[in-house]
């Protein structure tokens, strides 16, 4: 009896438990709710943009509906009216802007293209020279090698911005000028993908190494047979880092690069900015293409991306 009697308030107790778990399992999913359509939002109204004619673009904020009647219709029960406002307003989207975009002079393609190949030959060099350079500096020993590392990272205080003249000339110097040579080159090596690989590969074990060496595995073949393999987040993580810079850079390629059919897509953007005949519209559609190859790579790269950069913080 003793027993029966306590059963009930055991059974109380726990629903008392449960009760402010779910409430607060369901007001984090409200909060985060709330903050992804505050993110999306942006990319939401873009999206609209990108498809509004000229007389939609500024006279409605998202979709070209009449929100204030559509609910007054709701209001008196006429379904029919609103879905037919719907697919009306629905219908008012066009493609001319991407019309316009294929028609310019040189067409906006090319610069897309322009883009594509810069960014990936960018990241093929930085992918290859920085893992290469981490991959030294974790499991070798050599002279010098503290006094490198410190140098390395005072380069990272320097802004960019004052190293632009001194590169310039010396890319004027090598004859580079208004090439693409002139955008890989100095952006070959970057001494923060160095310092990402360096801390990814001291987590491989030596002994892996010494079993690749004791196989007869030359020190290169250790690098690319064993340790890339290991360090496949990491190179997710970097890829798409430096894929984003290379692809965002602006101020670079519009000192170096003179010919129209040579920009990159931030130059062709910001040459679509004019002072009198501004197309907002195609600009909102250009800008919709040069952010589709990034969330596509994201997308593609998001498990190696955020194991990448958690790569190490937990030690089992």
């Known amino acids: 009896m003793k027993h029966r009697s306590q059963e009930p308030a055991r059974t109380s107790r726990g629903a008392g438990l449960i009760v402010p778990g779910v409430i607060t399992r369901v007001a984090a999913y409200i909060v985060l709710l709330a903050l992804a359509v505050v993110v999306l939002a942006p990319l939401f109204w873009l999206l609209c943009a990108a498809f509004k004619g000229p007389q939609d673009l500024f006279h409605y904020s998202f979709l070209p509906i009449d929100w204030g009647e559509m609910g007054q219709d709701l209001q008196n029960g006429r379904l029919l009216i609103c879905a037919r406002d719907l697919w009306v307003g629905l219908s008012r989207f066009t493609v001319a802007n991407f019309r316009t975009l294929a028609g310019l002079d040189p067409p906006f393609y090319v610069h897309a293209i322009n883009s594509v ?7 093929l060099l930085q992918l290859f020279f920085s893992s290469l350079a981490g991959f030294a500096l974790a499991k070798y020993e050599f002279p010098g090698k503290r006094p490198l590392m410190i140098v390395m990272l005072a380069t990272m205080m320097i802004p960019g911005q004052v190293l ?9 110097r090598m004859g580079l000028v208004d090439t693409y040579w002139a955008l890989t080159i100095p952006g070959a090596v970057s001494v923060f993908g160095i310092i990402l690989f360096r801390q990814s590969m001291l987590q491989i074990p030596d002994q892996l190494l010494d079993a690749g060496r004791i196989d007869g595995c030359s020190e290169f073949r250790i690098y690319w047979e064993i340790a890339m393999p290991v360090s496949r987040p990491m190179v997710g993580a970097f890829t798409l880092i430096a894929f984003m810079g290379a692809w965002n850079s602006f101020l670079w390629p519009q000192i170096v690069l003179n010919t129209r059919e040579r920009f990159t897509l931030p130059i062709a953007l910001n040459e679509m900015v004019g002072l009198y005949e501004q197309q907002y519209g195609a600009l909102m559609a250009g800008t919709l293409v040069s ?4 969330a596509i790579l994201f997308f593609v790269l998001q498990k190696e991306f955020l194991a990448g950069l958690t790569a190490g913080a937990v030690k089992g």
């Open 291 to 294: 952010i589709l190859p990034v």
């Open 117 to 123: 190949f810069v960014s990936t030959a960018v990241v």
């Open 164 to 172: 632009l003249a001194p590169m310039y000339d010396l890319i004027y």
